[in-house]
């Protein structure tokens, strides 16, 4: 299992997270939907990296199917939807 660091995040048109990226890594960019599987079979963990630690990235069952989310904080520096794109 590797530990994956998120910097950057595709999105649609509509704002949703399409794919999640690292320009450092060679797995990126990965898929939502494969990321998703990453995380509820424990193949990898996603992480948005920051100065003073980390945010992990988690599967959220909404009313339109499973998404990517951080957690919630004080900043949202570390938010997905805020990330440079891909």
């Known amino acids: 299992m590797a530990d994956r660091a ?4 595709g ?4 704002g949703d997270i ?3 990226c690292n320009p450092n890594a060679s797995w990126s960019p990965r898929k939502s939907g494969d990321a998703i599987y990453d995380i509820e079979n424990n193949v990898h963990t996603y992480h948005v990296p920051w100065k003073s630690g980390r945010t992990e990235i988690r599967v959220v069952n909404g009313s339109t199917g499973k998404y990517l989310r951080t957690d919630r904080d004080n900043t949202n520096k570390n938010n997905l939807d805020d ?4």
């Not at 999105?11 to 509509?14: A, G, I, V």
């Not at 990330?83 to 891909?86: G, N, Q, S, V």
Request: hydrophobic content about 20%; overall charge negative.
């Open 83 to 86: 990330l440079p794109d891909c």
């Open 6 to 9: 998120v910097t950057r995040t």
């Open 11 to 14: 999105k649609d048109e509509d």
């Open 18 to 20: 399409t794919s999640l």
